[in-house]
């Protein structure tokens, strides 16, 4: 089975910073795009954050466009969220996304991580 696994999140200030990481494990072929998406409180739709091509190509949300930085470890099957500059409208359960092809079977999967949580406090 293949598992991503988040971590990082917490509490910080407005105008303060986060890391989070995210590992994925298991049966894994390939990883394609992987991403970092969030659901705020009350809202029921996850919104994309950034992503990241295997090859290092990035795009942001226009909300964290230069105050977060998205990058990954492809030999680690990781991504990381270095999030600069908070504000608490950034508060959010984070989550990682991988598109990855098992190994073997050679399936498609659209991998999500369990959340992590970031409060921003004003």
């Known amino acids: 089975q293949v598992q991503l696994v988040e971590s990082g999140g917490g509490l910080a200030q407005a105008g303060g910073s986060l890391r989070l990481s995210c590992r994925a494990s298991?049966?894994?072929?390939?990883?394609?795009?992987m991403a970092w998406y969030r659901q705020a409180p009350g809202k029921q739709q996850r919104e994309l954050v950034a992503?990241?091509?295997?090859?290092?190509?990035?795009n942001y949300a226009e909300s964290v466009k230069g105050r977060f930085t998205v990058s990954r470890d492809n030999a680690k099957n990781a991504i990381d969220l270095q999030m600069n500059t908070l504000r608490p409208e950034d508060t959010a359960v984070y989550y990682c996304n991988a598109a990855i092809t098992v190994e073997y079977s050679l399936r498609y999967l659209n991998a999500w991580g369990e959340g992590t949580l970031v409060t921003v406090s004003a």
């Open positions: 298991g049966n894994i072929r390939r990883i394609d795009d």
């Open positions: 992503t990241i091509t295997s090859d290092g190509s990035t």
